[in-house]
């Protein structure tokens, strides 16, 4: 597992990439997509990447855990945006050129206001006193997440600040085959990005939960290895993406042995995400929230519901249920 502080660096593709002209699957205000060649990234080979550790990339929404009014608090990832004038500069550009390189940005002038709790990310760059955009004309940060804002409410549900604890889904640790929902100390995730996925996130892809019974839990990046990953080779990889069980993920991230991050996702390929039901939800899982029922505030909360299913297992992560 990788401890990342507030970072929220760009991973580079494992794969030298090419820009084509048509609509990016990804983001709507892109004109033009990128994809991968067959060429493997320089970055990659120097990092030593046939010796690095495969992880799933998962899809969510990214967190961050670090002190806030006095104690160890869950953040949201809140990128601040440009206002409508400088956006339309910013797409104008994009349309003109094809790339987001060598545009110019007033930052005091062309952003949104956010909160005054908002912080950049540690590896936002800086020019005279102001955060510097990415390529993408975004300034990655993170806001607090308190209960009483509505905005934020799935990623609320996931912790309780009065007993200090965060519902987090990892490998089981007598299993590694299967994965277990534990309430951990919001301490033990100190300085930590996790991925926050769910009923409501990014239209669920692992299937958790439902309308009526919402179910949401955190990751720790680089915490979910691949099993028998395949080689980094651009055939070998579209193939295993395509065609084992345990490629149904959304993409994998390599942890190198030096620290750098190298990634694919099934967009950089051309290949549909989801594409039926994925590996991570159809992975078994036990419930590991043990104490009382009075410990936590809400009686209709999800540690509540958790914890009245403490040590029950389930044969698919999307089969969990309260009404059992």
Not at 100 to 119: A, L, S, Y
Not at 124 to 129: D, F, S, T
Not at 207 to 213: A, D, H, N, R
Not at 291 to 313: E, Q
């Amino acid at each position: 597992m990788r401890r990342l502080g507030s970072v929220q660096q760009k991973i580079p593709c494992v794969f030298l990439t090419d820009v084509k002209e048509e609509q990016s699957r990804k983001r709507d205000c892109q004109a033009f997509q990128v994809v991968a060649t067959e060429n493997v990234n320089p970055v990659a080979l120097d990092a030593n990447i046939d010796c690095a550790l495969a992880t799933e990339k998962l899809d969510g929404t990214c967190c961050y855990v670090t002190v806030y009014k006095g104690q160890p608090y869950l953040w949201a990832r809140l990128d601040r945006k440009p206002n409508k004038q400088a956006e339309k500069r910013f797409k104008k550009y994009q349309h003109s050129y094809k790339s987001c390189k060598g545009f110019t940005w007033n930052v005091e002038e062309d952003f949104k206001t956010v909160p005054e709790t908002w912080i950049p990310a540690h590896r936002v760059k800086h020019h005279n006193g102001h955060p510097v955009p990415d390529d993408h004309g975004h300034i990655p940060g993170w806001v607090p997440v308190d209960k009483d804002n509505k905005q934020y409410c799935w990623h609320s549900s996931v912790v309780d600040y009065d007993v200090g604890a965060a519902l987090v889904l990892r490998p089981s640790s007598d299993d590694e085959n299967r994965l277990e929902i534990a309430a951990v100390p919001l301490a033990d995730l100190q300085e930590q990005t996790l991925e926050l996925i769910g009923t409501n996130v990014n239209g669920n892809p692992y299937g958790l939960g439902s309308k009526k019974q919402p179910v949401h839990c955190l990751v720790s990046h680089g915490s979910i290895r691949i099993r028998n990953p395949p080689p980094v080779d651009f055939h070998q990889l579209c193939s295993w993406l395509q065609e084992s069980p345990e490629g149904r993920v959304e993409g994998i991230v390599w942890h190198c042995n030096d620290g750098t991050l190298v990634k694919v996702h099934r967009h950089h390929l051309g290949l549909r995400w989801p594409d039926g039901d994925t590996c991570f939800g159809t992975r078994p899982v036990v419930i590991r929230v043990d104490g009382t029922v009075d410990a936590y505030n809400n009686s209709k909360d999800l540690f509540t519901s958790f914890c009245a299913l403490n040590g029950h297992c389930f044969s698919r992560l999307q089969d969990i249920q309260f009404e059992l």
